[in-house]
């Protein structure tokens, strides 16, 4: 399992990982136009304060009969 790494850590490119703010888990991902991480929680994406985001994981793996293979 995974364990939680410090939000400094975290990938600035757009892509979405877990992230531990406000005493919860949400899915976020950096927004480089605005340079703060934004959350999605219901279908839109809302801005988090930076201060409270703590820390960050990777998302798991898609279920293996999920996954898609990679096209070349």
């Known amino acids: 399992m995974n364990e939680w790494r410090p939000i ?3 990938p600035r490119d757009e892509t979405e990982i877990l ?3 406000s005493d919860r888990v949400a899915i976020a991902s950096w927004n480089l136009e605005c340079q703060n991480w934004q959350e999605y929680p ?3 994406f809302e801005d ?3 201060e409270e985001v703590t ?3 990777p998302l798991p793996d898609a279920p293996k009969e999920f996954k898609r293979e990679s096209r070349r």
């Open 8 to 10: 400094s850590t975290a």
């Open 48 to 50: 988090i304060a930076g």
């Open 55 to 57: 820390h960050w994981m």
């Open 42 to 44: 219901d279908g839109d």
């Open 19 to 21: 992230v531990w703010w």
